[in-house]
């Protein structure tokens, strides 16, 4: 079992910045791959980032690609996103999810575990 605790979600014009953490508890870090996901109301969970256990391959949703980056910290067992020129689109609740298999993925079905989510509201 992993615990997943994400934090730093909050309210910001378009054009600021957050920086959101996701802290894992309950077994190895390194040992799990790592993404972030976020909902929109009235829309399906989508993908904004992935990556893999030494932090040296991640993926990107398009809409986020060169605005948002995901990096991770095994020694504090954290996996940081963190996110520039915010858009109103931007806005959702987001989660961070983690997988025991070897491979980054897209998708949220490949993943075995999720934290409770931090809200992001971007203002116009």
């Known amino acids: 079992q992993v615990q997943l605790v994400e934090s730093g979600g909050g309210l910001v014009q378009a054009g600021g910045s957050l920086r959101l953490s996701c802290e894992a508890s309950g077994r190895t870090f390194s040992n799990y791959r790592m993404a972030w996901f976020r909902q929109a109301p009235g829309k399906e969970r989508e993908f904004v980032a992935a990556i893999n256990w030494s932090g040296a391959n991640a993926q990107y949703a398009d809409s986020v690609k060169g605005r948002f980056t995901i990096s991770r910290d095994n020694a504090k067992n954290t996996v940081l996103l963190q996110m520039n020129s915010l858009e109103p689109e931007d806005t959702a609740v987001y989660s961070c999810?983690?997988?025991?298999?070897?491979?980054?993925?897209?998708?949220?079905?490949?993943?075995?575990?999720w934290g409770q989510g931090t809200q992001v509201t971007v203002s116009s």
């Open positions: 999810a983690a997988r025991r298999v070897i491979g980054v993925t897209r998708l949220r079905t490949d993943y075995d575990y």
